[in-house]
């Protein structure tokens, strides 16, 4: 079964500088892999995902992913964090076969300070 | 395009009290229907998936039910709610055969006191 990583339940940043938050995934088969931001008291939005294309993906909000299969990552990054980007963000991975169910990890909560 | 409403947006309930949270997805044909917990401090937790009317998949044993009655309604329900219930719920849609992405409702707030 598939599974998620997140490194970091808290990742603190300066506005202005680099955002890196870090996922790890677990897949038996060719994954599809997905970041998704949630703000205070909303649902979840789709920033980005892989689904076996480009292994760097580019998402909304100026957001990055690069898919690398030997380290089995899906880290995000974004080059200069803005006080808007804080938020909690949840990577996720479906396997490609049949039914699509997705695994996500316990979410970064990302802090921004002026 | 495709929308997904869920409701009520809050709620405060007392234990043993009935629940019901509704959801509805527009714009689609036959979606994969999920309802998430989120607990406070903790990721998302998959309780209940459907891949058609009346086909439900549970995730989770627990004190909670769903239904889908109709092709873009999904119901979250319990008979009676526990303390441990509390939590923001969340519904989200899938296309069948697609990657698996998800789109999210607004959530659902239950505080069980």
């Known amino acids: 079964a598939q599974s998620v990583t997140q490194l970091g339940s808290h990742v603190s940043v300066s506005e202005g500088a680099l955002v890196l938050l870090r996922c790890n995934y677990s897949s038996s088969v060719p994954p599809y892999l997905f970041w998704y931001v949630q703000y205070p008291n909303q649902g979840l939005q789709l920033l980005l995902k892989y689904t076996s294309a480009a292994t760097l993906v580019k998402g909304i909000n100026g957001f990055e992913a690069e898919f690398k299969k030997s380290e089995t990552s899906f880290h995000l990054t974004k080059p200069s964090a803005h006080m808007s980007d804080a938020a909690e963000y949840f990577c996720?991975?479906?396997?490609?076969?049949?039914?699509?169910?997705?695994?996500f990890g316990t979410g970064t909560r990302l802090l921004v300070s002026p | 395009s495709q929308t997904i409403h869920q409701w009520p947006a809050t709620l405060v309930q007392p234990v043993g009290s009935p629940l019901s949270l509704e959801c509805t997805v527009e714009g689609t044909s036959n979606p994969n229907l999920y309802w998430y917990r989120q607990a406070a401090g903790r990721g998302l937790q998959l309780l209940f998936y459907s891949v058609g009317i009346g086909q439900i998949s549970s995730e989770v044993p627990q004190n909670l039910s769903a239904s889908r009655p109709q092709d873009r309604q999904f119901i979250l329900s319990s008979k009676k709610l526990l303390l441990s219930d509390s939590g923001f719920y969340l519904c989200a849609w899938s296309v069948q055969g697609g990657s698996g992405e998800l789109f999210f409702g607004e959530g659902s707030r239950l505080t069980v006191l």
């Open positions: 996720a991975v479906s396997e490609n076969t049949g039914f699509q169910k997705l695994v």
